[in-house]
Nanobody, 118 residues
Framework: QVQLVESGGGLVQAGSSLRLSCAASGFTFGDSRIAWFRRASGKEREYLASITESGFGSFYTDSVKGRSTISTDLGKNTVYLQMNNLKPEDTAVYLC???????????WGQGTQVTVSS
């Protein structure tokens, strides 16, 4: 079954760190780009970061740049998003997606909730 499964979310205090995981199955991750998005209540979905097939190319949006690191473990077919110094405004459902060369999502995971208390 082709799917992406996110995990690692939770309820944390401001200033804490979390590592979100996106486990891919049913396809070879090495042939794909994976991106992280988030969707906060009442707001549009926001692109956060993506990483290329090689695992060396990564891109971040300004809201998380400097506080986040995206990485891959090809042996586990998993992409991680390490987020540090979390803020209440980071509260959202975090989703990963397989994207094409234009960044268009092709496959979504179900999401993992991150809640940051002040």
């Amino acid at each position: 079954q082709v799917q992406l499964v996110e995990s690692g979310g939770g309820l944390v205090q401001a200033g804490s760190s979390l590592r979100l995981s996106c486990a891919a199955s049913g396809f070879t991750f090495g042939d794909s780009r994976i991106a992280w998005f988030r969707r906060a209540s009442g707001k549009e979905r926001e692109y956060l970061a993506s990483i290329t097939e090689s695992g060396f190319g990564s891109f971040y949006t300004d809201s998380v740049k400097g506080r986040s690191t995206i990485s891959t473990d090809l042996g586990k077919n998993t992409v991680y998003l390490q987020m540090n110094n979390l803020k209440p405004e980071d509260t959202a459902v975090y989703l990963c997606a397989r994207v094409d060369q234009f960044g268009t999502p092709l496959l979504w995971g179900q999401g993992t909730q991150v809640t940051v208390s002040s």
